[in-house]
């Protein structure tokens, strides 16, 4: 079974992006593909619990209590996450050649389930991404298709849009190996972001 913690983390950010997907596209069988094999199958607890926060994690609790601000269901995944969050390993993302200024030590990585996080697997990543005030996350892409729930103010682009503000509660899909980026404005920017690595 699955810590119940970290299943009503499961189930809240499932219904939350289920409230807001049109049924039939591309972002639809991406979040069946995601929350299907979550639901189907429990990984393993990891054994080391080191917590220690960044600096940056500072900004974790306005940008919750701004989330709970949003929808119903939007709110529910704010509540989820804060029961959750002093367990969460926070990380850098690896330094690039590309990072904007200020953005080392700016920002933080966590993982709910996935490699390094509260419940270890390879199929699926879901995680979080904490970006502090008026600071840019660089271009990136990855293979993996890539859907956010996005939990407080914040802009998003890729190669195909340019810069939006989708809202709390809103949702951002970015197709396999497209270059994507986010930014902060004055509020510190928090999102939730799933992967899907398994065979379709």
Do not use: K
């Amino acid at each position: 079974m699955r810590d119940p913690d970290l299943q009503r983390f499961v189930d809240a950010t499932a219904a939350a992006f289920a409230r807001r997907i049109e049924p039939e596209t591309p972002l639809a069988i991406l979040n069946e593909h995601i929350f299907g094999a979550a639901a189907a199958d429990v990984g393993t607890s990891p054994a080391d619990d080191n917590t220690t926060p960044l600096p940056v994690c500072s900004h974790l609790a306005p940008a919750l209590v701004t989330a709970a601000t949003g929808a119903p269901e939007t709110a529910a995944v704010a509540d989820a996450f804060s029961h959750l969050a002093p367990r969460l390993q926070w990380r850098y993302r690896v330094a690039g050649a590309n990072d904007p200024d200020g953005f080392a030590g700016n920002h933080a990585n966590a993982i709910f389930l996935g490699p390094g996080g509260l419940e270890e697997r390879d199929d699926i990543r879901i995680g979080a991404s904490l970006v502090a005030p008026n600071i840019r996350y660089p271009d990136h892409d990855h293979p993996p298709e890539e859907m956010y729930l996005v939990l407080s103010p914040g802009e998003w682009c890729n190669a195909e849009t340019d810069w939006h503000e989708p809202g709390i509660g809103g949702l951002v899909h970015n197709p396999p190996g497209i270059v994507h980026a986010m930014r902060a404005g004055d509020a510190p920017l928090l999102a939730i972001w799933c992967l899907w690595s398994g065979a379709n």
